[in-house]
């Protein structure tokens, strides 16, 4: 078979609104699903409180520690920080969205580099707007996708550097408002805590969270989580969920499809959407091992940064929408029945 040279092309809608209705129709129940989930900060704070506690004890010890206590533990907290600003993107703690806000901040800061309140304006159109160039930045960019190729050593130098990539891309979205007073106390809040623990907790322990950081979300078995999301790896399936262990710690981030289908659910409920709609989901093609996905990702040349759909057609969705079309479809149909 031939390496790709293109994305996919897809003249069909993004296919999780269709499904959302056709669910709430043939299982109404999970209505009862969607809500927020206020214990989710407890979470955040066990998680910025390891991360310090961890900064601190690598603080002293050889540098080979440093590295190797950022790849088996800092990576896997990091990332589970990331699901926590996944959730407070989706205003899924509190009622108020400035709260949530500050705590996807609070979530952030041992991440170093500050992108919790630009990753929430970016995702929600992700939602909004899946494989629309200039609206998903969860796209490559073209130039990005050529650049790389399909070779293990680009690959693997792409996913070591995957928030650099991540970072130029929001350049291209040019309807989104790109810095606000959230954007920049977020910058503030991250720079103040990122110069204190090199101050004062040390070097050592500064390099642990910037090692921690980039194996997160890179050159790591996790790195999995990124392609698994919606990298095509059967037919023109766009969205893919993963079912296997690390979901235990890793906030059922795996549950993908579920999340776009009904992204007003928490974490801790996703798990319910597949098993009250399992005819849904157990069709569809997913993912039981991210280090298998990972390591396929790197060594077959079927598998790039062009196995993605794009379309162009934004379709009837308004650039304001707030990408709930659970809570969108139930309001519709009780103002029907009124």
């Known amino acids: 078979m031939t390496e790709s040279t293109d994305f996919v092309y897809s003249t069909e809608p993004e296919p999780h609104r269709i499904r959302t209705k056709s669910i709430l129709k043939d299982h109404p129940d999970i209505r009862n699903l969607i809500g927020r989930n206020p214990l989710t900060i407890f979470a955040i704070i066990g998680l910025v409180a390891f991360q310090v506690v961890m900064a601190w004890v690598v603080s002293d010890v050889s540098w080979w520690w440093v590295v190797i206590a950022a790849y088996l533990l800092g990576a896997f907290a990091d990332h589970s920080l990331f699901v926590m600003i996944h959730e407070c993107a989706h205003n899924l703690l509190f009622k108020k969205k400035a709260w949530n806000t500050i705590a996807g901040i609070f979530s952030n800061l041992p991440q170093l580099f500050p992108s919790s309140v630009s990753f929430q304006r970016y995702h929600i159109k992700h939602h909004s707007f899946q494989g629309i160039h200039e609206l998903d930045a969860d796209l490559p960019d073209l130039w ?14 792409w996913l070591l550097i995957y928030p650099v990539f991540q970072a130029i891309r929001v350049f291209r979205m040019k309807e989104i408002k790109p810095v606000d007073g959230w954007v920049i106390l977020n910058w503030l809040a991250c720079i103040a805590f990122g110069v204190a623990m090199y101050m004062f907790v040390g070097p050592k322990a500064f390099y642990y969270l ?13 790195g999995g989580r990124w392609i698994q999301e919606h990298y095509i790896v059967s037919g023109t399936q766009e969205t893919y969920s993963y079912y296997g262990v690390l979901n235990t710690v890793a906030f059922n981030v795996g549950y993908h499809n579920e999340h776009h289908d009904f992204p007003s659910v928490p974490w801790n409920k996703l798990p319910q959407i597949k098993s009250s709609a399992a005819s849904y989901y157990d069709s569809l093609f997913s993912h039981n091992s991210w280090t298998r996905l990972w390591l396929r990702f790197l060594f077959d040349r079927q598998l790039g940064l062009y196995s993605r759909v794009v379309r162009k057609d934004r379709g009837k969705v308004a650039l304001t929408d707030e990408s709930k079309p659970d809570e969108d479809l139930i309001r519709k149909e009780e103002e029907a029945a009124a």
Do not use: D, R
């Open 144 to 157: 990005e996708a050529k650049l790389i190729k399909n070779s293990t050593i680009g690959k693997a130098v």
């Open 210 to 222: 910037l090692f921690s950081f980039f194996f997160s979300v890179g050159l790591h078995p996790l």
